[in-house]
């Protein structure tokens, strides 16, 4: 809670720092916009050839894309620039936040904070409300699309902190972890139906994806799984997160043991 | 010969980067498969959407995978160097040099486009034809156009990237307007959705603007969805856009040098 | 153990930093002529170092480029975790218990900055009082006393970014500082200042240790920083400790030598004396040197008696030759 605090004080700071260059933050808030915006109208004309997508009518898989990208886009703004670790590396600027108070985990998240994924927030809640409109709320319902994106948003935040380590042991060979990290938010967005059985196994329990949105939308739209996998999966996200979060801290915890500075 | 030594010197120093290539190649082929059985389950909804059957779209979404880094959808490239040699100010040194500035970034962006083609292209449409069987040019005509229309792919995108990074003389910083160039590029590029998707006007609109010579444009020739007087059209579509670019180049550049010799660099 | 010709003071078991036994190597990967592939090595950047510092002293670390000063500091600091040996500062492990230990000393690395770059100096101050939850009365407190010492008064509402890099410098020092750290670490922090700025950072360290009994362990390659400031010095060549001791005892460190220089009244051949050998002469002068801890008197009269003289001198070694003839016996 503490550290919390710390963060959003942190985050606050960077705010401030970015108006400093207003036309700079203009810019780059109409840019990232527009990626949204554009994304959208892509998903449009998607669906302007389609009625359903593997058997999920365009209400069902608004609710998989909205659910995933809300999470997303909430795990991609508390992590800010965990992403960048190897430049913090190089610039010594890493040696600069161990000598602070504060769990190194928290500055890096906390530093360069921004508002750029403002725009996915707000498309990805326009979305998921619509779909939601079309499910018939329970009490258990309402519990388990909570969860759903308090644990779709942990899962991310894992995936990200933990892939994010490799920069600790090499700086060449970043862009592996994107197949990960963007991969798997990318597949989120689609039923993972449209997948052979092998690869939704992958996404359950090695990069669990599969648990930001797929089990406990299967639950909020009451549908069976074409894969046939346990009813226990649907309630089971907290879990995932739970055990991404801690493997992801742990990646942390050995990268910055291992961590080796930059000479100079 | 000048600029065939500059070319080959940013194609070795890409080169350079081995394991970087190793993971792009890998993450280019895992979003390959993302999208293949995406665009399998569209194409089995729609069999003939846009007038591709679920071979042509498949196919198109890993040459979209291996034209991402060659065209540097991203941005990025020389014109990176570019940018930071304004925003540092060395860029004044270049404006007094007797080599023209753009057909020396343009042989640099030639080079590392080569690098990539040759990699972070060529690995994936392996994987491509080995895991999904996709298409192949049905005859040498086409594959030499294909070979072609890449190369104007990449001049095209390059003077889009140049003008991008030209703003920084007035800006002094091209991020932002980087992102908006970027957003365009992987919406009007096809990257994002073939554009043969893209219903009425906005499909006319998004047809007839530059960035359909990044991906659309080769990867329809490759389709053999072109042939004849259509094939060259095609390829006179991007002739004209890389024309029309370099000279906007050229002309914004000659703007520049005004105003560094006018503010003394 | 290193040899001292004067052992630092001994101190009591409540040394504030102990460093046993040290050892930090980098496994590099470096390109080789002729092969294809990166070779791997092994880069031993400190071996075999021990030393203590009590509470309240002021210590130079010096050394050549590369010596293993900035590695040293990163151990000490908990940013790296040693390969071999231990260290323990104010009964912490560094590398371990990292965050506790972080509020009780300051950093300060003189090529890097730790302020916001974009933001006011008062802002940068303003999180690090929240970071380090300083108590407001304590932190105001310290504020002014530093603002005032450091004369930044004028200078809180800037952007780091205009700061000149003497004032930037101070502003990281008074921020290394508002938390009232036992130990204050600061890796070349003159490097780049201009000798007014210099002076009046050594005056401002003096005063601190003098007012707050602050432990301060500082690195340079200005060795005027180590005489206006440190009453110990350690020298440290290729990762390990060569020299440590008073700044006068590396004086007296064997194979040091004075000079006398001779202006006769005319050019002459080497001037031929029991106990000096010439080094150098330049038309009527010449460089006489002699033992340090000999003494001047009988060769400058037998100089005197047996040659034409014009003037004569004696030069004390310099600190910067006795060093540099430290480093290179280090070999
Ligand atoms: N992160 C690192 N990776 C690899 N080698 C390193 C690293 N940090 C330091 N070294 C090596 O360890 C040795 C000691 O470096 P260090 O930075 O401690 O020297 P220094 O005494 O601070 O030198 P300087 O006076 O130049 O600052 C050098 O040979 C350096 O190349
Ligand atoms: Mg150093």
Not at chain 1, 225 to 249: K, Y
Not at chain 2, 113 to 139: D, E, K, N, V, W
Request: hydrophobic letters at 50%; charged letters at 15%.
């Amino acid at each position: 809670m503490r550290h919390l605090r710390t963060y959003v004080q942190i985050a606050w700071l960077w705010i401030r720092a970015a108006w400093q260059y207003p036309a700079s933050f203009v810019l780059l808030a109409v840019g990232n916009g527009l990626v949204t915006g554009l994304d959208f109208v892509g998903l449009w004309i998607m669906f302007a050839h389609l009625r359903d997508l593997a058997g999920f009518a365009l209400h069902e898989v608004a609710l998989l894309y909205g659910s995933a990208s809300l999470a997303l886009a909430l795990a991609d703004t508390a992590i800010s620039s965990v992403e960048r670790i190897g430049t913090y590396i190089r610039t010594g600027r890493l040696d600069q936040m161990m000598t602070k108070p504060v769990p190194l985990l928290v500055q890096v998240c906390a530093d360069q904070f921004s508002l750029r994924r403002l725009g996915r927030l707000t498309q990805a809640g326009v979305v998921l409300a619509w779909a939601g409109t079309y499910v018939e709320w329970t009490p258990l319902r309402a519990l388990v699309a909570v969860s759903m994106i308090a644990s779709g948003t942990l899962v991310f935040f894992g995936l990200f902190v933990g892939f994010s380590c490799v920069q600790f042991w090499t700086t060449d060979a970043t862009e592996f972890a994107n197949a990960f990290t963007y991969g798997g938010a990318t597949v989120t967005q689609y039923p993972l139906s449209i997948f052979p059985r092998e690869v939704l196994v992958g996404l359950t329990f090695v990069v669990p994806v599969a648990f930001v949105n797929w089990y406990p939308c299967l639950y909020l739209l009451g549908r069976t799984d074409p894969f046939g996998t346990p009813d226990a999966f649907r309630f089971a996200s907290p879990l995932a997160a739970l055990v991404t979060v801690g493997a992801a801290l742990l990646v942390w915890r050995t990268g910055v043991r291992h961590y080796t500075s930059t000479g100079s | 010969m000048l600029h065939v030594a500059v070319a080959s010197r940013a194609f070795r120093r890409y080169s350079t980067y081995r394991a970087a290539t190793v993971a792009g190649i890998f993450t280019n082929s895992v979003f390959g498969v993302i999208y293949s059985y995406a665009y399998l389950a569209l194409w089995r909804a729609n069999p003939s959407a846009g007038g591709y059957d679920s071979q042509d779209a498949v196919t198109y979404v890993w040459l979209g995978q291996a034209l991402l880094m060659t065209i540097a959808l991203w941005g990025g490239g020389a014109t990176d160097d570019l940018a930071e040699r304004i925003r540092t100010g060395d860029v004044a040194i270049d404006l007094y040099r007797p080599v023209g500035l753009v057909g020396w970034y343009l042989a640099s962006d030639l080079g590392r486009a080569a690098y990539h083609l040759l990699t972070r292209g060529l690995a994936p449409t392996l994987i491509g034809l080995i895991a999904f069987r996709i298409a192949l040019p049905s005859s040498p005509v086409t594959a030499l156009a294909f070979g072609v229309s890449v190369v104007l792919a990449v001049v095209v995108s390059f003077a889009i990237r140049f003008l991008v990074a030209s703003t920084a003389f007035w800006l002094l910083d091209q991020s932002g307007v980087k992102v908006m160039s970027g957003a365009f590029a992987i919406f009007f590029s096809g990257m994002m959705l073939p554009l043969v998707l893209f219903p009425g006007w906005l499909g006319t609109l998004a047809l007839g603007l530059p960035w359909a010579s990044y991906v659309q444009v080769p990867a329809d020739i490759w389709l053999g969805r072109h042939s004849g007087a259509d094939l060259a059209s095609a390829l006179a579509f991007q002739v004209l856009w890389a024309v029309v670019l370099l000279a906007a180049c050229h002309g914004v550049l000659r703007l520049a040098t005004r105003k560094v010799v006018v503010q003394g660099g | 153990m290193t040899p001292t010709a004067q052992g630092p003071a001994p101190h009591g078991p409540a040394a504030l930093i102990e460093v046993v036994d040290l050892e930090r190597t980098f496994d590099v990967r470096r390109r080789v002529e002729g092969r294809r592939r990166r070779v791997r090595e092994s880069v031993v950047a400190v071996r075999d170092l021990s030393f203590e510092v009590a509470a309240g002293e002021m210590v130079g670390y010096i050394g050549p480029n590369g010596a293993g000063k900035s590695t040293t500091i990163k151990m000490l600091t908990g940013i790296l975790v040693p390969t071999g040996g231990h260290v323990r500062v104010g009964g912490l492990d560094p590398s371990r218990d990292r965050v506790e230990l972080a509020r009780r000393i300051g950093v300060v690395f003189g090529q890097r900055s730790t302020l916001w770059w974009d933001l006011p100096l008062r802002d940068s101050f303003d999180l690090l009082q929240k970071m380090y939850r300083i108590p407001p009365q304590r932190y105001r407190a310290n504020l002014d006393r530093f603002v005032e010492l450091l004369d930044l008064g004028d200078r809180l509402d800037t952007p780091v970014r205009q700061l000149s890099l003497g004032q930037r410098m101070r502003g990281d020092i008074a921020a290394a500082l508002l938390h009232d750290p036992e130990v204050l670490y600061l890796d070349e922090p003159t490097i780049g200042l201009d000798v007014v700025s210099k002076s009046r950072l050594r005056e401002f360290l003096r005063a601190l240790n003098g007012e707050r009994g602050t432990t301060l362990l500082l690195t340079t390659h200005d060795l005027q920083d180590i005489e206006a400031l440190c009453d110990r010095v350690i020298v440290i060549d290729r990762g390990t400790a060569v020299y440590d001791g008073s700044l006068g005892g590396l004086h007296a460190r064997g194979g040091s030598t004075r000079t006398l220089v001779v202006d006769l009244v005319d050019e002459a051949a080497p001037i031929d004396v029991p106990g000096a050998t010439v080094r150098r002469i330049e038309g009527p002068r010449q460089w006489l040197s002699f033992p340090s801890d000999a003494s001047a008197a009988p060769i400058v009269a037998a100089v005197a008696s047996a040659y034409d003289v014009a003037d004569l001198s004696i030069q004390e070694p310099a600190i910067e030759d006795v060093i540099r003839d430290l480093y290179s016996r280090g070999a």
